[in-house]
């Protein structure tokens, strides 16, 4: 079964050609441990939008930079007609794996030419045009929020606020990008429609055999940036009663974060704290300050409000046994939001035409896709994740599942070219 | 009775130039917070060390710097005559206070000055000769270990081992020496002795009412180097069930090192986590690698052992409950070493004479004095610290705790050149 369905979907030559732009492509920026770090606006991103940017001007698309470092290809077959876009990221996380993000890129890219080029070949003007992009920042890991690309073109986060961000040592968005050669002046194009395809980061897919997963829904997650305040003192010195140790507060809040979901059941909620950082970290002061980031995500916009109404209880707790203050000193939703039907229904058709096991997820991690889902009919569609690793070195998508996304991705392209996309 | 001893140990003059020369001091590197930053081998490090260079060449020292930047000021009475040594260090926590270490180093040097002058006066060749030692890197908050000048000085580390330590960006302290100009190549004088004098950094001598406190001991000290190791994944899209949280079995470890106290007794026992570093710290990837320091302190070995001993069980609960692995890549002892007996009754003697109320006291921090008193008889005193605050902006001695200090140090040294120092 799995192999006729390998038949199928798998075009040697081209499949081929997309695999081997996708190992030139993840040897940018590649770990010794089998993964790539490429964070945004560094040199390795740099490096690769560079030859991103080959490959689009090589094959004929037209490349622009908008003020915030979204590197986008054009192909006007239809000379002034909307554009339906394509897309994901290139940057990753550090230590990270090589399908998150990139994968989504390349197989947009590969599925837009050779729709163009077919209609080119055909003689035929679609009533949408198609343009490839590469949304800035999508990680967060070096400059916060994530999905900054994509939050500045639809609007969530101001250009100015994003252009000054600065990493850990200093240096703003507006300077890492002018340093890559990626802080442009470029506009995008009307878009009237949007289409996403990346990797699932979850074992849902793998666990039940199937290939393609049309995403009808993200998991909405509370994000908090938390600042414990305690007092500086010497760690040796001070009695343990006299102490205000920021420190242990935020351990008993990481661990409280963590026990949430124990609460409410296992697998409803999911709970972390993947960022914290003390002040002013010396082996023999006591912590003044932490700050950490923590979030929470469910399906149900409900239960993460009752998790979070636990966990206050749970911090005017920590509050008095450390004698020190945990402040809430920014929070952001994404709310749990549906995809459009048509964009579901336009995924499983062509799953269905190549005979690929196709089924409905949720994503439970953000993507550029939710930023656009709010602003123009869009659709995500996932391929498995092996055990559902994912910002990791280890993720890991096989070849053939790699095709698959590739030719549903062009199938789709293909359509909404010709139909365009509506709600 | 607060004012008479005040006015008994008071010498208008003397101690306004020492404060005057204090001031100036603590103007290197102060902090907006009334504190002062002086990290090891930083640029403020070496403003501090030319300004105390040129204090000790005004006055006749001899300035020399050893190979791992212990910065000495020799006064030569008796040729060839071995050397009584003062001192304490000049670098500082992050944040820190303008006493802990500066002021040891000042009130060391003024008091060597002065029994120098004063025997030259007199005509007078003492037995001994006397030097003033600003010991390199104490504070190890940059480069670790702590105590890394006096340790390389008394043979628990290695020269080669100290140089090519690196801080956080990858600097050696070799280079840092060298920046700063205070890589040396002059050697130390053969040592008699050792004094020095220090904040408490404890509130027990201001509760007391002591003035003088002679240290009779040193609290011992386990302190060990933690790798908590996990798998880094997303932390959206991971099952809370999959996950091998490196943060969270760290922060469990925390708690965990807390709540030892509890168990053996509120008071008798000091513990604490003050580095921690995460990585990838990211707010989206589940950490894959948690490094910290935690140390165990009490006045009794045997009580650390079994307070280390109930935390091996529940490290062991801890690697089980989160499938992390948590290893104790280093450990380092300070046994808990009484001082020389002849030294204690030198201060309490001198004390006595200037009506200063004097104590007995354990010293729970490390000093160079520790380090010392495994190699040469060595006596260390403490003034008071208000409110027993360390290690943070908000550290404070009175003047006239100050000029205390200074005067028992100069009785002190004093008895010490003429009679030098046995156990």
């Known amino acids: 079964m799995a192999d006729e369905r390998t038949a199928q979907s ?36 740099g490096q690769m939008r560079d030859w991103f940017s080959r490959w689009l001007r090589d094959r004929g698309f ?15 077959l239809a000379a002034g007609a909307p554009y339906i876009l394509v897309g994901s990221h290139l940057d990753s996380q550090p230590l990270a794996g090589r399908f ?6 390349l197989a947009g890219a590969h599925a837009a030419y050779r729709v163009t080029e077919a209609l080119r070949a055909a003689g035929t003007e679609p009533r949408f045009n198609l343009a490839v992009i590469d949304w800035f920042n999508e990680e967060g890991s070096r400059f916060k929020p994530s999905m900054m690309g994509s939050g500045v073109h639809t609007g969530v986060l101001p250009l100015a606020a994003a252009l000054a961000t600065r990493d850990p040592r200093g240096i703003s968005v507006r300077e890492a990008l002018a340093d890559i050669g990626y802080l ?20 849902g897919m793998e666990a039940s055999g199937t290939t393609i997963g049309a995403v009808d829904r993200t998991w909405c997650a ?9 007092e500086q003192s010497h760690t040796g010195s001070t009695p343990m009663a006299m102490r205000r140790d920021a420190l242990l507060s935020a351990a008993r809040l990481v661990v409280a974060v963590n026990e ?22 010396s082996p023999v002061v006591v912590a003044r300050e932490v700050r950490l980031l923590m979030d929470i ?4 916009s409900g239960l993460n409000a009752r998790a979070f109404a636990l966990l206050e209880q749970r911090i005017a707790d920590i509050e008095a046994a450390t004698r020190t203050s945990i402040d809430i000193v920014s929070r952001s939703v994404w709310a749990s939001g549906p995809f459009p039907a048509s964009g579901i229904k336009l995924v499983e058709e062509v799953a269905d035409e190549l005979a690929l096991p196709r089924g ?60 365009g996309f509506s709600y």
Not at 12 to 24: E, N, R, S, T
Not at 222 to 230: F, L, S
Request: with cysteine; glycine share 14%.
């Open 10 to 45: 798998w075009d040697p030559g081209w499949g081929a050609d997309f695999l081997a732009d996708f190992a030139v492509l993840s040897a940018i920026g590649a770990t010794p441990g089998g993964g790539v770090e490429r964070q945004a606006a560094t040199a390795e991103d």
């Open 62 to 76: 037209e490349v622009r930079t908008d003020p915030v470092g979204n590197l986008i290809g054009l192909c006007e």
């Open 100 to 105: 998150d993000g990139a994968y989504g890129v």
């Open 184 to 203: 442009g002046t470029g506009t995008l194009p009307e878009v009237a429609g949007y289409a996403e395809v990346h990797i699932e980061q979850g074992p």
């Open 222 to 230: 509370n994000k908090y940036e938390v600042v414990v305040t305690g």
């Open 260 to 281: 949430l979901t124990a609460s409410v059941g296992d697998g409803e909620l999911h709970t972390s704290v993947g960022e914290l950082t003390v002040e002013p970290n």
């Open 297 to 300: 995500r469910s399906s149900d």
């Open 360 to 419: 409905r997820v949720a994503t439970l991690a953000g993507h550029d896709a939710t930023n656009m889902n709010a602003v123009v009919p869009t659709l995500l569609f996932f391929v498995p994740s092996a055990g559902g690793i994912s910002h990791a070195e280890r993720e890991f998508t096989r070849d053939e599942d790699l095709v698959a996304g590739l030719s549903v991705m062009t199938g789709v392209l293909g359509r909404l070219a010709r139909d």
